[in-house]
């Protein structure tokens, strides 16, 4: 065999391998724990799985809507996409929290799958060594790691978006990916709120900056925009009767009843944030710890350096490279969607720009090591850079999984508990006449739909001020915090919920009696 041919074929072999390593690594990172971290569960999470379950059980969403495009839920309308991906794995795993947060989890390897074939755009010398270094970055990237391991749309919207803008620069080689490009573009849509927003924005740079390829190819570019409107047209028509915008209402700085002023600086008010040093390095300006706060930062700290030299890199050659004008115009957008909400988080809503950072941070890489003198000196700086990567990593991991979920499990966390009190509930309840959970989570009422379908008939929620009747056999699910409050319940604790930090998250049991005669009976 012909030894140039040889050495191909190991490379090859080798460039696999490596890609199945980074794949492995990323999946652990994403499944490792699932169920226990983030500890507890999201009323957001609860209502995936349990539209998946129902849409599972009877093709209805649990307001009885057959196959929704979009599903009411908790006060707004969720996007398809997520809740029918988890139907297959409530149905293989039954409805739980494992079955509701493996699709995030899958599309974030997905996620890790795709930098690798986009890194491979950045430079046409090197390609499968940078798609591989962008793989790696994205499987090791915390600001992934944590929305992968969430049951909510963050995930499946960073992979539809990063498959979108792949797919657009193949189609700037190749008219064949023009339509596949166009009706990706449209699916992402149905992902989460803001590409509704983004995804116009994202068109627009691209039908601008590819626009000699889409003129000289205006069958395929005809038929893609064609394809992307069809698909578009149940969102439209939710535009339209106020479905679209339900969420937008609630959250977007136009709620905020500002004047224009004032609405125009706290847009560019949250707009530099995600772009502030202090951003990536102390993380969100925000007390809700389901985010990235109290120590937690979107990116590893060591890959900051290459970050910069990434986006400077990537600004010097903006005229000779159109990747590098992607790029660059993908870094003006991704902080518009955090930017019009009334305030942080950001990084969920702008959960876009951590697969373009990955990408700056392994062009930075790349740069600093084309630089080395030698071919030896080359490889000893990457395998130096690597393995500071990877020891920032186990740093991270540490603490992501000892010390995170000790302060992020309360009510400004992930909500702790609602598993533990439905289920006493549920082996309790042919004792009680009711069972009645404080209203210490959001939307608590799901819990009841996701933990007990259709098996927990007594179940409510309430506090005992306005709910204990002495001629009724009730159990309570309530805070120790409410008992310090409300000393006139003499109550008697049949069961304890501890938080991870070992505090008491909630007591479950009965009142004997009350000292205060204007409670109900």
């Known amino acids: 065999m012909d030894p140039h041919a040889l050495k191909n ?4 072999k080798a460039i696999f391998l490596g890609l199945i390593i980074i794949l492995l690594l990323g999946f652990f990172l994403r499944s490792y724990r699932l169920v226990d971290n983030p500890a507890g569960f999201f009323c957001d999470e609860a209502s995936i799985g349990y539209n998946a379950y129902s849409i599972l059980s009877s093709g209805k969403d649990e307001y009885g809507v057959f196959f929704p495009i ?7 309308y969720k996007s398809p996409i997520e809740i029918y991906s988890t139907v297959p794995f409530v149905a293989i795993f039954g409805l739980n929290e494992l079955s509701t947060r493996l699709p995030s989890a899958f599309f974030g390897l997905i996620t890790i799958f795709l930098m690798y074939l986009l890194g491979k755009e950045l430079s046409p010398k090197n390609p499968k060594y940078l798609g591989l270094l962008a793989a790696f970055i994205t499987a090791t990237m915390p600001w992934l790691i944590h929305y992968s391991r969430i049951g909510v749309e963050f995930s499946v919207y960073c992979a539809f978006f990063t498959g979108t803008v792949y797919l657009f620069t193949k189609a700037h080689e190749n008219k064949k990916f023009i339509v596949p490009a166009f009706l990706l573009s449209a699916i992402t849509l149905y992902t989460y709120q803001p590409p509704k927003l983004l995804i116009p924005m994202l068109l627009l740079g691209i039908l601008l900056i590819y626009r000699k390829t889409f003129l000289s190819h205006m069958r395929h570019t005809i038929m893609g925009v064609f394809s992307f409107f069809i698909i578009s047209i149940p969102l439209l028509i939710s535009f339209f009767n106020g479905e679209g915008f339900a969420r937008f209402n609630m959250v977007s700085i136009f709620s905020a009843k500002l004047s224009f ?3 125009i600086l706290h847009i560019l008010q949250n707009y530099h944030i995600q ?5 990536f390095l102390i993380g969100e300006p925000t007390f809700i ?12 700290l060591i890959t900051i350096p290459f970050l910069l030299i990434g986006i400077v890199y990537a600004a010097s050659t903006i005229k000779q490279s159109k990747i590098s004008q992607i790029l660059i115009y993908w870094l003006l957008i991704y902080p518009v969607a955090g930017a019009i909400t009334v305030d942080a988080p950001f990084t969920s809503r702008s959960v876009i720009g951590a697969p373009l950072f990955a990408l700056f941070i392994s062009l930075g890489i790349a740069v600093t090591i084309f630089h080395a003198k030698t071919f030896a000196h080359k490889h000893t700086l990457t395998a130096i850079i690597i393995g500071t990567i990877l020891l920032n990593l186990s740093f ?3 603490f992501y999984f000892t010390q995170y979920p000790l302060y992020s499990a309360d009510f400004w966390g992930w909500q702790y508990g609602a598993r533990d009190i439905v289920r006493y509930f549920q082996e309790n309840q042919s004792e009680y006449d009711d069972l009645v959970m404080a209203p210490e989570f959001n939307a608590p009422e799901i819990f009841f739909k996701f933990y007990a379908p259709h098996n927990c008939s007594k179940c409510q929620t309430g506090f005992p001020h306005d709910r204990w009747n002495p001629d009724r056999k009730q159990l309570f699910a309530i805070t120790p915090a409410y ?9 008697q604790t049949k069961k304890s919920v501890y938080y991870p930090d070992g505090q008491t998250a909630f007591e479950i049991g009965t009142i004997l009696k009350s000292t205060n005669d204007t409670i109900l009976k």
């Open 9 to 12: 074929i190991i490379k090859s």
């Open 70 to 76: 979009f599903f009411q839920s908790l006060g707004d």
């Open 261 to 263: 002023t004032e609405s």
């Open 275 to 279: 772009l502030s040093p202090s951003y």
């Open 289 to 300: 710890t389901r985010h990235f706060t109290g120590g937690l930062t979107p990116i590893l």
């Open 396 to 398: 991270f991991t540490k």
């Open 483 to 491: 008992l310090a409050l409300h000393k006139e319940f003499m109550f």
